[in-house]
């Protein structure tokens, strides 16, 4: 498998149990294959992160339509696209326009709108 970087070519192949990652011929890593799986899901992680805030426009934009709709999920858990969000769906012109009060499922134009919160405790002991 050949990564591409700006202009430089990235190549990752294995030797045994080691995973290698060379870049015009030089390891730049050189990893056994528990670590690459570890490094590879937390470039994943912080990709997918990335790419959210990359796409912020469009996840806000959904999200606010989702909202003002009744629907009780989210499109991603950013405290700050989903305050966006919930700003657009209640201020949007265009939203309130095409998606009145009586499709919006009882969410009127000014009412402060968004999904609650659930935090998990653990279970308390019970009394012996």
């Given at each position: 498998?050949?990564?591409?970087?700006?202009q430089e070519?990235?190549?990752?192949?294995?030797?045994?149990?080691?995973?290698l990652?060379?870049?015009?011929?030089?390891?730049l890593l050189?990893?056994?294959w528990?670590?690459?799986?570890?490094?590879?899901?937390?470039?994943?992680?912080?990709?997918?992160?990335?790419?959210?805030?990359?796409r912020?426009?469009?996840?806000?934009?959904?999200?606010?339509i989702?909202?003002?709709?009744?629907f009780?999920?989210?499109?991603?858990?950013?405290?700050g696209l989903?305050?966006?969000a919930g700003?657009?769906?209640?201020?949007?012109?265009?939203?309130?326009?095409?998606?009145?009060?009586?499709?919006?499922?009882?969410?009127?134009?000014?009412?402060?709108?968004?999904?609650?919160?659930?935090?998990?405790?653990p279970?308390?002991?019970?009394?012996?």
């Amino acid at each position: 498998m050949d990564l591409i970087a700006t202009q430089e070519s990235v190549r990752v192949r294995h030797e045994g149990t080691r995973v290698l990652v060379l870049r015009q011929g030089r390891a730049l890593l050189d990893l056994p294959w528990q670590a690459a799986l570890d490094l590879a899901k937390a470039l994943q992680a912080q990709g997918k992160r990335a790419e959210e805030i990359d796409r912020a426009q469009a996840i806000i934009a959904d999200q606010a339509i989702l909202t003002r709709l009744g629907f009780r999920f989210g499109l991603t858990s950013h405290p700050g696209l989903l305050r966006e969000a919930g700003k657009e769906a209640a201020w949007n012109r265009r939203l309130r326009r095409y998606i009145p009060p009586s499709k919006a499922r009882g969410i009127a134009s000014q009412q402060i709108v968004g999904a609650p919160t659930l935090i998990h405790h653990p279970p308390k002991e019970a009394p012996r």
